[in-house]
């Protein structure tokens, strides 16, 4: 298996612009995990999706971020507009739960500027 | 809500010596996880435990969780600079959906 894949690995865009970020699990993984990470505030969890249903979504940040995942191969976070405060690496993780003890596989994450 | 705390946050040494890594909780969990983490790439799994008090190796790595399952410990022998890196733990309280991850140890292993 290729592993989590996700684009782009780069992201450079101007205030106000907006961003999408795309991620492929891993094939038969059923939950998909968005994250950000700063210096200052770590690895956070921004949601988390079972089967493609969004399960627990109070880690984003506000209303401007959204997430989709409309099928078991593919999800998408956006960001509209984007701020300078939003710069960060944005990771997608996938599992498979069911004797799996919540072990995460990671993509490589897409790093995002935000002039 | 859970919260992880790993100690030290940072830990820079030279080649060859040992080190142990922390990470505590007041809550139990059902498994705790480590992952490394190498600039530009995303976390990668080394480890789960899951048992009280189980100890498991990978190579120069020993890893232990807690009699209590509410902390574990990474102990790395005769470290080299292929060790550095950001050592993260993550707990779970339930054995479906998330996981908590502690802020890290970053670790520099200078040759």
């Known amino acids: 298996d290729a592993g989590v894949i996700q684009s782009p690995r780069h992201e450079v865009t101007e205030m106000g612009q907006e961003v999408t970020l795309r991620c492929k699990p891993i094939?038969?993984?059923?939950?998909l995990f968005w994250y950000r990470q700063t210096m200052m505030r770590g690895l956070e969890l921004l949601i988390y999706f079972n089967n493609n249903v969004p399960i627990d979504d109070s880690g984003m940040p506000e209303d401007r971020f959204s997430a989709k995942m409309p099928n078991a191969s593919f999800s998408t976070l956006k960001i509209q507009p984007s701020e300078p405060r939003d710069s960060a690496v944005y990771f997608c993780?996938?599992?498979?739960?069911?004797?799996?003890?919540?072990?995460?596989?990671f993509g490589p994450g897409t790093r995002l500027t935000v002039l | 809500t859970q919260l992880l705390e790993q100690s030290p946050q940072f830990l820079s040494i030279q080649e060859g010596e040992n080190l142990t890594v922390y990470c505590n909780s007041s809550?139990?969990?059902?498994?705790l996880q480590w992952y490394r983490q190498e600039p530009g790439e995303g976390p990668v799994l080394l480890v789960t435990?899951?048992?009280?008090?189980e100890v498991k190796k990978l190579k120069r790595l020993t890893f232990q969780f807690g009699d209590a399952r509410k902390d574990s410990s990474l102990h790395i022998t005769a470290a080299q600079p292929g060790d550095t890196g950001l050592y993260l733990c993550a707990g779970a309280e339930t054995n479906a959906g998330k996981s908590t991850f502690g802020d890290g140890t970053t670790l520099t292993v200078k040759p």
């Open positions: 809550s139990v969990f059902s498994s």
């Open positions: 435990v899951v048992t009280g008090g």
């Open positions: 094939s038969g993984h059923d939950y």
């Open positions: 993780a996938s599992s498979l739960i069911g004797g799996a003890h919540n072990e995460q596989f």
